[in-house]
C-alpha cells in the first residue's frame, strides 16, 4: 500500500488532463506562431486553454498570460510592475510567509533601490489586515501576499485585504496574490476584491510541470522582464508549451467542476489525521477552522527529527514532507515556522501533509494505521539516544 499526501509540493496528473497532453503532442504539433493550418490549430488550442483559466476567475480572457509556472509568474508579475511604476514610488509591501519565488524577488527589487516592508504574522500563520494599513505609505506601489500558505495551510484574509486597499489612489498600490496553492480549491474573484495580479499554477491542480499562468488586469503595464519574440503579448516571450498549456486548461475545467464537493472530502481527511496524530502526540501548527485550508496540515512531533520521520515513512509508501518543496532540502529551519514564533522543538520536528482531491480514502486509513507506530519507534530511539549522552 502506497499514500502520496505531498501534494502542495506537486500533484499526480489527471488521467483526463494525461489524455488531453497526448491529444495535443500527437495531433497538434504546429507553432501557434506559424501562420499556415497547423500553427492556426496550435493558436486555437492556446485560445481555448485562456478561456477556460478567465472563465475560472471571472476575468477576461485577454488579461491570462501564459507561463512556465507559478515561480516565473510570481517573478513577471513582481519585478515587470515594480520597475514600471517606480516613478510613482519604490516601497513594496509583502509578508514573513511568502514563497522563496516572491521573497527571492523582492530580494532583487531591494538591489534596485526598492524598499520592502515584510508583514508579521501571528502563531498560527495569519497576516493581520491592521497591519497592512499601518504599513502603507504614499511611495507604495505594490502589494503582495499569498492567498493560501503552502506550509501552514493558512488562508490570508482576502475579503478583509481587499477593504484595506479599497480606499486606493490611482489604482496604486497594485496587488498581486500568489494563488498558486489556493486556485482551483478555493473560489477566487479578483474583479470583485479588487485583486490586480494573480499567479497559478499547472501542477497544483493535477497538471503538469512546466506551466502556469498570470492574471493581468486589464490596463496594469508590466515591463518585460523576458525579451524575445513577442509571444504572449510581449510579457513573456519564448514559443509557447501549447500541450502543457492545453493541458493546464482542462486541469482547471476539473478542479472547478468538483471543488466544493472536494473541499468537504479532504476537510473529512484532514481531521482524521489530525486525530490519529494527536493520539501519538502530535501538535498542530497553523490555524484551525475556516482559517484553515481543507488540505494542508503542519504536523509536529517532537522529540522526532522531521528528515528522519519522513525517511521512515517513505520506507512504508507514505510519502510527505518537511515544508516547501522548493527549501526542503536545505538545513536551515523553514522560514514560515520561524516567522509563526514556533519553538525549535516543533518547527526541527514539522512535517506537512498535503491531500488533493485524487487523494483515497485507504491512504488515509493506511496512513492513520502506520503513523503512530513510526512515531512512538522513533520517539524511543532517539530517546534512548538522548538519555545515552
Same mark, same amino acid.
Given at each position: 500500500?502506497?499514500?502520496?499526501?505531498?501534494?502542495?509540493?506537486?500533484?499526480?496528473?489527471?488521467?483526463?488532463? @494525461?489524455?488531453?497532453?497526448?491529444?495535443?503532442?500527437?495531433?497538434?504539433?504546429?507553432?501557434?506562431?506559424?501562420?499556415?493550418?497547423? *500553427?492556426?490549430?496550435?493558436?486555437?488550442? =492556446?485560445?481555448?486553454?485562456?478561456?477556460?483559466?478567465?472563465?475560472?476567475?471571472?476575468?477576461?480572457?485577454?488579461?491570462?498570460?501564459?507561463?512556465?509556472?507559478?515561480?516565473?509568474?510570481?517573478?513577471?508579475?513582481?519585478?515587470?510592475?515594480?520597475?514600471?511604476?517606480?516613478?510613482?514610488?519604490?516601497?513594496?509591501?509583502?509578508?514573513?510567509?511568502?514563497?522563496?519565488?516572491? @521573497?527571492?524577488?523582492?530580494?532583487? %527589487?531591494?538591489?534596485?533601490?526598492?524598499?520592502?516592508?515584510?508583514?508579521?504574522?501571528?502563531?498560527?500563520?495569519?497576516?493581520?489586515?491592521?497591519?497592512?494599513?499601518?504599513?502603507?505609505?504614499?511611495?507604495?506601489?505594490?502589494?503582495?501576499?499569498?492567498?493560501?500558505?503552502?506550509?501552514?495551510?493558512?488562508?490570508?484574509?482576502?475579503?478583509?485585504?481587499?477593504?484595506?486597499?479599497?480606499?486606493?489612489?490611482?489604482?496604486?498600490?497594485?496587488?498581486?496574490?500568489?494563488?498558486?496553492?489556493?486556485?482551483? /480549491?478555493?473560489?477566487?474573484?479578483?474583479?470583485?476584491?479588487?485583486?490586480?495580479?494573480?499567479?497559478?499554477?499547472?501542477?497544483?491542480?493535477?497538471?503538469?510541470?512546466?506551466?502556469?499562468?498570470?492574471?493581468?488586469?486589464?490596463?496594469?503595464?508590466?515591463?518585460?522582464?523576458?525579451?524575445?519574440?513577442?509571444?504572449?503579448?510581449?510579457?513573456?516571450? *519564448?514559443?509557447?508549451?501549447?500541450?502543457?498549456?492545453?493541458?493546464?486548461?482542462?486541469?482547471?475545467? @476539473?478542479?472547478?467542476?468538483?471543488?466544493?464537493?472536494?473541499?468537504?472530502?479532504?476537510?473529512?481527511?484532514?481531521?482524521?489525521?489530525?486525530?490519529?496524530?494527536?493520539?501519538?502526540?502530535?501538535?498542530?501548527? *497553523?490555524?484551525?477552522? /475556516?482559517?484553515?485550508?481543507?488540505?494542508? %496540515?503542519? @504536523?509536529?512531533?517532537?522529540?522526532?527529527?522531521?528528515?528522519?520521520?519522513?525517511?521512515?515513512?517513505?520506507?512504508?509508501?507514505?510519502?510527505?514532507?518537511?515544508?516547501?518543496?522548493?527549501?526542503?532540502?536545505?538545513?536551515?529551519?523553514?522560514?514560515?515556522?520561524?516567522?509563526?514564533? =514556533?519553538?525549535?522543538?516543533?518547527?526541527?520536528?514539522?512535517?506537512?501533509?498535503?491531500?488533493?482531491? =485524487?487523494?483515497?480514502?485507504?491512504?488515509?486509513?493506511?496512513?492513520?494505521?502506520?503513523?503512530?507506530?513510526?512515531?512512538?519507534?522513533?520517539?524511543? =530511539?532517539?530517546?534512548?539516544?538522548?538519555?545515552?549522552?
Amino acid at each position: 500500500m502506497e499514500a502520496y499526501l505531498d501534494n502542495s509540493a506537486t500533484t499526480i496528473v489527471d488521467p483526463q488532463v @494525461l489524455s488531453e497532453l497526448n491529444r495535443i503532442y500527437t495531433q497538434v504539433p504546429g507553432n501557434p506562431s506559424s501562420l499556415y493550418s497547423k *500553427g492556426l490549430a496550435a493558436e486555437q488550442e =492556446l485560445d481555448s486553454a485562456r478561456r477556460s483559466l478567465a472563465a475560472s476567475l471571472g476575468v477576461e480572457s485577454r488579461e491570462i498570460y501564459f507561463t512556465s509556472g507559478g515561480t516565473e509568474a510570481n517573478n513577471i508579475g513582481l519585478i515587470g510592475a515594480a520597475r514600471s511604476y517606480r516613478r510613482q514610488g519604490k516601497h513594496i509591501i509583502t509578508t514573513s510567509v511568502e514563497h522563496p519565488s516572491v @521573497l527571492g524577488a523582492m530580494e532583487s %527589487l531591494k538591489e534596485e533601490g526598492f524598499e520592502v516592508t515584510l508583514l508579521p504574522c501571528d502563531r498560527e500563520g495569519r497576516i493581520q489586515p491592521q497591519h497592512l494599513l499601518e504599513a502603507l505609505r504614499e511611495d507604495t506601489i505594490l502589494v503582495s501576499t499569498m492567498f493560501v500558505n503552502n506550509e501552514s495551510g493558512a488562508i490570508a484574509p482576502i475579503g478583509e485585504l481587499a477593504s484595506v486597499l479599497a480606499k486606493r489612489d490611482n489604482n496604486l498600490p497594485l496587488w498581486h496574490v500568489d494563488a498558486v496553492q489556493g486556485y482551483g /480549491r478555493i473560489e477566487l474573484d479578483p474583479k470583485k476584491l479588487g485583486i490586480d495580479l494573480v499567479s497559478l499554477s499547472a501542477h497544483k491542480i493535477h497538471g503538469p510541470k512546466g506551466c502556469g499562468a498570470l492574471y493581468l488586469r486589464r490596463g496594469v503595464v508590466l515591463s518585460p522582464v523576458i525579451h524575445g519574440g513577442g509571444q504572449e503579448r510581449g510579457l513573456r516571450p *519564448g514559443t509557447e508549451n501549447v500541450a502543457a498549456i492545453a493541458a493546464l486548461g482542462k486541469a482547471a475545467q @476539473l478542479a472547478l467542476a468538483t471543488q466544493k464537493e472536494s473541499w468537504e472530502r479532504m476537510g473529512r481527511f484532514r481531521e482524521q489525521l489530525i486525530n490519529c496524530s494527536q493520539k501519538c502526540g502530535g501538535i498542530v501548527n *497553523g490555524p484551525k477552522g /475556516r482559517d484553515a485550508a481543507a488540505y494542508i %496540515l503542519n @504536523l509536529s512531533f517532537p522529540g522526532v527529527p522531521a528528515e528522519v520521520l519522513v525517511h521512515s515513512l517513505d520506507a512504508r509508501g507514505i510519502y510527505l514532507s518537511t515544508g516547501s518543496a522548493c527549501s526542503s532540502k536545505q538545513k536551515t529551519p523553514s522560514h514560515v515556522l520561524e516567522a509563526m514564533g =514556533l519553538e525549535r522543538a516543533l518547527y526541527t520536528s514539522a512535517v506537512r501533509v498535503s491531500l488533493s482531491r =485524487l487523494t483515497k480514502k485507504e491512504e488515509i486509513e493506511y496512513t492513520c494505521q502506520v503513523l503512530p507506530e513510526v512515531v512512538e519507534e522513533l520517539r524511543a =530511539l532517539y530517546g534512548q539516544k538522548k538519555r545515552s549522552r
